[in-house]
């Protein structure tokens, strides 16, 4: 049994930044592309960010590009995302995600089979 946890969520400033964490445990997941992915009540959970097994491809929604950075550690079983120049916007629970197979990262929510509970961002203006 896969599980993810992520921390580091908060509250955070317009302009501030914040660092999520997500730990795999159960199976190391070195070999599988991981995301996150945001939502806000009454909406679609939407992609954020995916990085692939090595961490050598990266994939980023416009709405997060050149403010967000997503990285991992496969050593410690673990992503992250490094959220920088926040705005209101970015508020969301956020979704740590990744892919049962080795298979390559992309932003379709369908692909990623394991899910964590969420953290929440608040981002006030």
């Known amino acids: 049994q896969v599980q993810l946890v992520e921390s580091g969520g908060g509250l955070a400033q317009a302009g501030g930044s914040l660092r999520l964490s997500c730990a795999a445990s159960g199976r190391t997941l070195s070999t599988n592309a991981m995301a996150w992915f945001r939502q806000v009540p009454g909406k679609e959970r939407e992609f954020v960010a995916a990085?692939?097994?090595?961490?050598?491809?990266?994939y980023y929604s416009d709405s997060v590009k050149g403010r967000y950075t997503i990285s991992r550690d496969n050593a410690k079983n673990s992503v992250y995302l490094q959220m920088n120049s926040l705005k209101p916007e970015d508020t969301a629970v956020y979704y740590c995600?990744?892919?049962?197979?080795?298979?390559?990262?992309?932003?379709?929510?369908?692909?990623?089979?394991?899910w964590g509970q969420g953290t929440q961002v608040t981002v006030s203006s």
């Open positions: 990085i692939s097994w090595g961490g050598r491809t990266t």
């Open positions: 995600a990744a892919k049962r197979r080795p298979v390559s990262a992309d932003n379709s929510r369908a692909q990623y089979e394991y």
